[in-house]
């Protein structure tokens, strides 16, 4: 097993850097010159012009006279060592600070989701299984289908209007940090996270269910059942870990469209994760803060599948044996 | 000997497609203790279906066992409870299924699903179970049997995971073992193994067996009686030499007295009878067999012959025309 | 024979694969879909409806979406004059959503035929001629696999600016890796088949190969990936839009008019997020039972892992 996992950890490398290229790349060599993108910009909201000085003077600052593989080399680099390429145009803040305060809150969002629709999937999945095709089945079908369908934009618009002419609720204002103020940090993370694990555990949900039903089909769950056993061990014991290996590594691919929602709810609840600055950095055309922060979702995101691919093979002994 | 087991009009249906498919249209028959019963037929024939009927274990939907009685020492199977039935599966009644590839649970170890049989139905401390398992898998005829505990299905071969589930069938030393095709999937000489172990061990524990197969070969060396079934219905019943010599029912001897070919292997030899079992949801009125039936005549497409013998002898068959054959003239030599 | 197949005309091979297929006309398909599928063929006919209502856009709304603003008509509620009311500059909501499905489903048809188009031949390609070329696409594909939907999507707005093409273009580079990875294992499939019966009939070219044999037997999953991609892109779409990445205002794109009408409308104009919000939600709904449907019709392989 040692040697699958090394093998996973040194695909994980080049798979970094060909991610680091991609991103790199599209955002250089597309049409546009970054420099007079970002002054256009200034320009139009400003309502004044800019001057070649300012130009040569920002290409200068940006890197951007470098030859591009020298750019990427540089670029790359400093994500290494914990620069993480610089600072931000607009606040001049390093990106390391930027990121320090960021990346933990989105990794929150994203755990209280996962383990929020965790435990609610895999018990209504096995449920749903085990009542196949009758009514309670149905029901969770199809709250699985609206789940998944409804953009959780508008279910968070449609909960926010809700609160707000309803109850005259409306979102706690500032972010604190679990560690400061634990009973404020849940109050504001806690409905962005139901909405996202609406629709993950939504999926989940409906992985489990198949899942156990392939399984529950299986010849040595009638093994099991030929051997007396009362239905709680045949699916605790028999069936749920035999599940729990599809389910997991499908899990693990979905955090992708996860992280996207996350991206879009930071920005409605006024959450300050890494989701929240990259679309006021896309927005502002803050190029280094978009790039490297686009850089570190996705190596979230691989890492993760890294991480479920390692976590595949302790629970498969046919993966560990091998 | 006392009877062990009393099968009367067992009858389980599955719905398809197609309409609802008598998967066991009425079966009936006994086992003594100890005794070793063959249950023979062509696949789809309702074989494994009536074997899974005993225990209650068919797939609901789209199965359901829709009437009969299994009287087992004394009381009838189909009236207990989930969990009175619970308490006899794997522990008075237990079964081997076909195929040992899959039949063990792949994330489990084999010592986990030896020892929990004996803790559920004998009550054995975790550690009494091990010691227990240790022993069976000595007794099946696997090495090192206590170092290979903590391993995995996927290590052991066919025939060592086919002895490992032997071995979880007697754990509890079971009154009755149903052997479903356990050894159609391996290879030829590890077949011979299983099946000596088997019989070795059911004389040993006094356990009777019903062997479920294909092959009358397996049946011809180790059962005491067979019934031969078709179509959902046993259509003949006799001892194992009854069957052999003087097979009465066309299907039978159709089995049995296939011209011998080279060019075909002999597993092929044995079932070659003319057309294809009939689709059980689409069955003529009269016998089921007439399709493929040489001797077919307005008689047997009209009416179902009873299961009974001319001369009132235990050999019984559902064929109008039965007591007109004799000995076949080529016996096929016992496998 | 072989000199037969070559010289045109149809060759043993080709009646082969010919006859392997059900004959059925379209009619026939199509009757065969309703029957079976009633949720699907219903979605079908809502998508035609909506299709019909981006067509004819200017017909049934009944203002101008974008130059109508009467400042003494800002933030109405829904009435007879403005069925779904007006926005914060005095617009008819109910015409800017008309027009809105109009934006919502030329980006969505953009971006699903441009990647589409775009994944098939570079997975066809690869899957086909396989060597190092397969191998950096795979590569590639699997990193892109791993990025956000979203997050590429932003990347590329933010590197071409901002417009509906853009907007399209960006978002079918999201999909393509998705139609690569389809296309090439169909492909690959295909090509174990082509290459036992090839072997008979020496002498046909790669084009006519591709064209012939691989491409009618990728198409049906590809199909199928593309109607369900589809409300993805609308979501995504409007996502952006959402975000002010999109398409960019006074165009009315449903994305954008939420994002609007969530920055402090909500109490004194709730009917600014609801109608765009219903829109949206059922259109993708739809294209999800659609695609479910012809999923299950079209290509029961692509069925597991999901019930």
């Known amino acids: ?322 | 000997m006392g009877t062990l087991l009393e099968v009367r009009d067992l009858r389980t249906e599955f719905n398809s497609e197609g309409g609802i498919v008598k998967a066991v249209d009425g079966v009936s028959y006994d086992l003594q203790e100890g005794e070793t019963l063959g249950l023979v037929g062509e696949s789809g024939c309702g074989k494994s279906v009536s074997a899974l009927s005993l225990l209650r274990l068919i797939p609901n939907p789209p199965g359901r066992i829709v009437g009969g009685e299994v009287i087992f020492e004394d009381q009838d199977l189909m009236k207990l409870s989930e969990r009175q039935m619970r308490s006899i599966r794997g522990n008075k009644i237990a079964m081997i299924f076909q195929e040992p590839m899959t039949s063990l649970n792949p994330v489990l170890t084999i010592g986990r699903q030896l020892t929990e049989t004996v803790e559920l139905h004998m009550g054995y401390s975790p550690e009494a179970a091990v010691r227990r398992s240790v022993e069976l898998l000595e007794m099946v005829g696997i090495p090192d049997a206590k170092s290979r505990l903590s391993n995995y299905p996927h290590q052991f071969s066919g025939g060592m995971r086919q002895r490992v589930m032997i071995a979880i069938a007697l754990s509890c030393s079971p009154r009755l073992l149903l052997a479903d095709e356990a050894t159609t999937a391996l290879d030829v000489t590890i077949q011979a193994q299983i099946l000596e172990l088997i019989k070795n061990l059911s004389t040993e524990l006094g356990t009777a067996v019903i062997i479920i197969t294909h092959n009358l070969g397996v049946v011809a060396r180790y059962a005491d009686r067979v019934n031969v079934m078709y179509a959902g219905k046993i259509i003949e019943r006799g001892t194992a030499d009854e069957i052999y010599e003087t097979p009465k029912h066309p299907y039978t001897r159709g089995l049995l007295g296939s011209v011998p070919r080279l060019d075909v292997d002999r597993e092929d030899r044995l079932a070659s009878i003319e057309g294809m079992p009939p689709d059980l949801d689409r069955l003529p009125p009269g016998c089921s067999f007439v399709p493929r039936c040489p001797h077919a005549d307005d008689h047997c497409r009209a009416e179902m012959p009873p299961l009974s013998s001319k001369d009132g002898s235990e050999h019984v068959y559902a064929c109008w025309k039965g007591h007109e054959f004799g000995p076949l003239e080529f016996v096929q030599a016992k496998a | 024979m072989a000199i037969e197949a070559t010289a045109g005309g149809r060759s043993a091979f080709d009646q082969l694969v010919e006859e392997a297929r059900p004959k059925r006309t379209l009619a026939q398909n199509l009757k065969r879909f309703a029957r079976r599928k009633p949720a699907g063929a219903i979605s079908a006919v809502v998508l035609i409806l909506l299709a019909l209502i981006a067509l004819f856009a200017p017909v049934i709304a009944t203002h101008d979406p974008i130059r109508d603003q009467v400042a003494a008509e800002r933030l109405e509620a829904p009435s007879a004059s403005h069925f779904m009311g007006t926005d914060n500059l005095g617009r008819d909501v109910f015409s800017r959503v008309v027009y809105g499905a109009r934006i919502s489903l030329q980006v969505g048809f953009l971006a699903i035929s441009l990647g589409t188009v775009t994944g098939l031949v570079i997975g066809v390609l690869s899957g086909y001629l396989g060597g190092k070329l397969d191998l950096v696409v795979q590569r590639v594909v699997d990193v892109l696999m791993g990025f956000p939907f979203i997050i590429l999507a932003m990347l590329l707005v933010v590197a071409l600016g901002a417009s509906l093409l853009n907007v399209g273009i960006a978002l079918s580079v999201a999909i393509v890796p998705r139609v690569v990875r389809l296309s090439r294992s169909s492909t690959l499939s295909v090509k174990e088949e082509v290459y036992v019966l090839a072997a008979v009939t020496i002498g046909v070219s790669l084009l006519r190969m591709v064209l012939r044999h691989i491409l009618p037997n990728t198409l049906g999953p590809v199909f199928v990936l593309a109607t369900g991609a589809l409300g993805g892109v609308i979501v995504a779409e409007a996502g952006l839009a959402f975000l002010g990445l999109g398409i960019p205002p006074p165009s009315p794109s449903w994305g954008g008019m939420l994002n609007i009408g969530a920055r402090g409308y909500m109490e004194a104009a709730p009917w600014m997020v609801i109608f765009p919000g219903v829109a949206l939600s059922a259109v993708v709904f739809t294209f999800a039972l659609l695609g479910d449907a012809l999923r299950d019709v079209l290509d029961p392989r692509l069925r597991r892992g999901d019930s």
Request: proline share 6%; no cysteine.
């Open chain 1, 1 to 322: 097993m040692q040697k699958y996992i090394a093998r996973r950890v040194l695909l994980f490398i080049p798979t970094l850097i060909l991610a680091s290229i991609l991103i790199f790349g599209i955002l250089r060599i597309l049409p546009g010159d970054v420099a007079l993108a970002i002054l256009g910009q200034e320009a139009a909201e400003g309502g004044g012009g800019y001057t070649e000085t300012q130009i040569r003077e920002l290409r200068a600052e940006l890197g951007l006279d470098d030859p591009l593989p020298i750019q990427y080399v540089k670029w790359a680099w400093s994500m290494v060592n914990g620069d993480f390429g610089g600072e931000s145009i607009r606040s001049t803040e390093p990106l390391s600070s930027i990121i320090a305060r960021r990346l933990p809150v989105t990794l929150q969002l994203t755990v209280y989701t996962v383990l929020l629709s965790i435990i609610v999937a895999v018990p209504l999945g096995v449920f749903s299984a085990l009542y196949q095709d009758k009514w309670p089945d149905y029901v969770l079908r199809m709250g699985a289908i609206l789940g998944q369908s409804m953009p959780n934009f508008w279910i968070a618009l449609l909960l926010l209007l809700f609160m707000v002419t309803q109850i005259g609720w409306s979102p706690p204002l500032g972010y604190s940090n679990i560690w400061v103020d634990p009973f404020h940090h849940l109050q504001i993370m806690i409905w962005p996270a139901l909405i996202l694990a609406w629709r993950f555990s939504a999926y989940m949900t409906r992985i489990t269910r198949s899942g156990m039903l392939e399984v529950l089909a299986q010849d040595y769950v009638r093994t099991a059942k030929a051997k007396g056993l009362g239905q709680q061990l045949v699916v605790r014991r028999h069936s749920l870990p035999n599940v729990l290996i599809p389910v997991i590594t499908l899990g693990g691919l979905e955090v992708s469209t996860l992280l996207g929602g996350t991206v879009i709810l930071e920005n409605l609840f006024g959450i300050p994760g890494l989701g929240q600055e990259i679309v006021q950095a896309s927005v502002g055309r803050d190029f280094p803060v978009v790039q490297s922060l686009a850089m570190m979702l996705v190596f979230f995101m691989l890492g993760l599948n890294l991480v479920v691919d390692i976590a595949y093979s302790y629970v498969d002994p046919r993966v560990r044996y091998s």
